[in-house]
């Protein structure tokens, strides 16, 4: 089964940047889309951006011209480089794979499976 790791969280200043890595571990990656979500305290969860197979990318409004998502075929890695970090950014990121293989993602967390534990973002002064 797929197991999903996430590193790279912290406590950033606002306008600050941070790279969060989704490991694989038993499993390569390259047959699955991987999508980055996250979760503030009461709030639901929320699609952040997701990698498709052929390298192509869907990232949300909210952070779109901030945030990058990319693949590290090498490393069995997804990662999520965050720039000009906002309070509004805080949560706790997870990252998932797609049920469905070679299926362009969506941002819809329904259709993600093999959660990670998750890694908090903190964007404070």
């Known amino acids: 089964q797929l197991q999903l790791v996430e590193s790279g969280g912290g406590l950033v200043q606002p306008g600050g940047s941070l790279r969060l890595s989704c490991a694989a571990s038993k499993f390569t990656l390259d047959y699955h889309a991987i999508g980055w979500f996250r979760q503030a305290p009461g709030k639901e969860r929320e699609g952040v951006s997701c990698?498709?197979?052929?390298?192509?990318?869907v990232l949300a409004d909210s952070v779109e011209g901030r945030f990058t998502i990319s693949r590290d075929n090498a490393e069995n890695t997804v990662n999520l480089q965050m720039h000009s970090l906002k309070p509004e950014d805080t949560a706790v990121y997870y990252c998932?794979?797609?049920?469905?293989?070679?299926?362009?993602?969506?941002?819809?967390?329904?259709?993600?499976?093999?959660w990670g534990q998750g890694t908090q973002v903190t964007v404070s002064s």
């Open positions: 998932a794979a797609q049920r469905q293989l070679f299926r362009q993602c969506v941002l819809d967390s329904s259709d993600f499976g093999s």
């Open positions: 990698s498709n197979i052929d390298g192509t990318t």
